[in-house]
């Protein structure tokens, strides 16, 4: 499997080609293009309960669509995320790795996602009551709404609230204040994560919330 | 008539160069800047020809109902074109064979390409939920075209398949059909990708990297009721 992102930072997609056999699993919608003679099936994302589990509380879909090379030549899929912006890869080696939900967007057949109870603090931060993990062997792209900025955190360090991607399952997260009363809510940062623990985590330079909040006002 | 897409590929614009005389066509609401002695006609269909019928396919193809015509008044002047999605730009010449665009991505034409709305059924753009009308485009000249996100070529040799929601243009030599993205129908729908184009043949088919109806899906739980 040969696999490339293009496009980026600001209108990410990713380039894969299938050898003979293999197989990449995509989220439901992410296709934009792929060789006429790839087999597409529709599965539950995790089988039946496992998909409820994620589409209801991980924010991904319940289906996600495995894409299988049955030819014997190379063959072509590109899969994007819904928003414009960045997207990475990982490589999974029995590691877990924690993703912000509706950040998943394709991943190689080793690799088992799952979710996990967050707890209130990720919920209130804008994360989610549960996180998305993903674990085991393989390769995992996701993405987010504009660029991607990577920390290594040792110690602590604070993030915007929906701002927080993708971190290591030790990083402990916990919401806060921006600063004093009177700071946080008249300097319009409010609550923010604070991130504690040693290891990477992912920022995105932009979200869709803070879009969402320029753009109501303005609706009549 | 000299054409420069500026900005690219987040916040592109097209810069056209008219010397006196020389008449570019765009859609209507398309034009961000332009010399002041730029003369502007408005009308519902091209230039000298055309009918409130052509007008209205363009309306429902996702266009705007009116082109504005830009000819520079005794001396050459320039104008730019933009768009209301962040993407990219292409200019495209028509030489021969003719051009299919998806409704929407059509930013501006030299008077001498003539344009006609082909509609691809009502099931079929009912059931894909996109506007999959199409716009071709003949004649001689070139043509602007805008995409949401990044544009990429596929050359087309034998059968691709391309979400309808990513389709900016195609070569008229492909032939194509609206058709189900996998095996089963179950299996289109449940996994999300719907209605896909199946081309086939030998071509080019140009594909925006996003896809302004998922975006839409992203943002719209977060918008306030109007």
Partial sequence: MQSSIEGGPAFAYINIDLDPGETVIGESDAMSSMAADLDLDAKFNGGFFGGLAKAFLGGESLFVNHFTNNTNGPRRVTLVQGTPGNTRAVQLNGQEYCLQPGAYIASTPGVTLGVKWAGFKSWFAKEGLFKLTVSGQGTVWYGAYGGLLEKDVDGEYIVDTSHLVAYEPQMKLNIQLAGGLFSSFFGGEGFVTRVEGKGKIIVQTRSLSGLADWVNPRLW | ?226
């Fill in chain 2, 1 to 226: 008539m000299q054409i420069d897409v500026t900005h690219r590929p987040g916040n592109s614009a097209a810069k056209v160069t008219l010397q006196p005389g020389e008449t570019i066509t765009a859609e209507g609401g398309a034009m961000i800047a332009m010399s002041g002695h730029m003369q502007v006609e408005t009308t519902t269909h091209k230039k000298g020809e055309g009918s409130i019928v052509g007008a209205l396919k363009r309306l429902v193809s996702g266009e705007s109902l009116f082109l504005n015509h830009f000819t520079p008044a005794g001396a050459p002047g320039e104008i730019f074109f933009g768009t209301a999605l962040s993407g990219d730009m292409m200019e495209y010449n028509l030489n021969g064979p003719g051009l299919m665009v998806q409704g929407g991505s059509y930013v501006a034409s030299a008077p001498s390409v003539n344009m006609d709305i082909q509609w691809q059924g009502f099931g079929k753009t009912l059931f894909s939920g996109e506007s999959m009308f199409l716009i071709h485009l003949t004649g001689m000249g070139p043509v602007i075209l805008n995409s949401f996100g990044a544009i990429y070529p596929i050359q087309v040799n034998g059968e691709y398949i391309v979400d309808t929601g990513h389709i900016v243009a195609f070569e008229e030599s492909l032939t194509y059909e609206v058709s189900k993205a996998g095996k089963s129908w179950l299996s289109s729908f449940l996994g999300g990708e719907g209605l896909v184009c199946r081309f086939r043949g030998q071509g080019t088919v140009w594909c925006q990297s996003h896809n302004a109806g998922s975006f839409g899906a992203a943002i719209g739980p977060s918008l306030k009721p109007r």
